[in-house]
């Protein structure tokens, strides 16, 4: 059967005022920094790459190739992508960067970037301000295998990762300065997390009987949005980044279907 595809809205961040969908059938959103861009997974048809628009709909153009490209993330700069995608013939997740991201028309492969002798695995990839990408994966160069939240730089060749959480189910990264926001089931139930890049400062910010999930930062970093279906209902909510004054901001306003532990909120000025 066909199955129900997520559509792309833009809101008042405060009350979810103001809403307009900016886009059918693609989800995963991320904004460029200062926002004059989305980056989407596109499920539409004869689109289901990744895809770049304006914030208002226009400009849409794919930018990818493999309909398995997802999760894409800018770099501070505003120039690169980082994603992941299970196009490699195992199947397994890796992530990509496109180091130059093509706002002509053209399309961009990606190239995945290197640990040891092997790509990264994992995905949900997320900048630093430092041209690092975190992510949620293992890495395989090491014994015994280390999994959660890894740091590796984007540039070419081989680096090597650093750990900055060790628990597998770690994952949703969103960084902000030497920070992390996270999402987490290591006690069982999705919460959000902060963490510093050199994995030092854990700190749970929320504790909900409901699933809270998929962090953003605001564009100041004094608070951090999230989902949560709290009272039974998906909704955005905020917590200053202390994790006090937990507050619902707005309704979703729709479900959320059984993956979506792989989607995103994106939070622009």
Known sequence: ???AAYDTYLARAADGGDRRLVLTEAHQPAFSPGGGWLALNGERDLQENLLIVRPNGSGLQEITEHTEDGLPAWSPDGRSLAFSSTR???????????????????????????????DARGHYPAWTAGGQVVYSGCDYSTTPVRCGLLLLSAGPGPQTTSQVTDHPGDTAPAVYGS???????????????LVNLDGSGLLQLTDSPARDALPTWSPDGSKIAFVSDEGGVWAVWAVDDDGSNRRKLFDIGGSLGPDWPQERISWAP
């Open 1 to 3: 059967g066909q199955q």
């Open 88 to 118: 490699h013939g195992d199947r397994q997740s890796r992530i990509y960067v496109i180091d130059s991201v093509p706002i002509g028309g053209s399309k961009a492969q990606g190239r995945p970037l290197k640990v040891g002798f092997g």
């Open 179 to 193: 920070r992390i926001a996270f999402m987490s089931d290591r006690e069982g139930n999705w919460q959000i997390y």
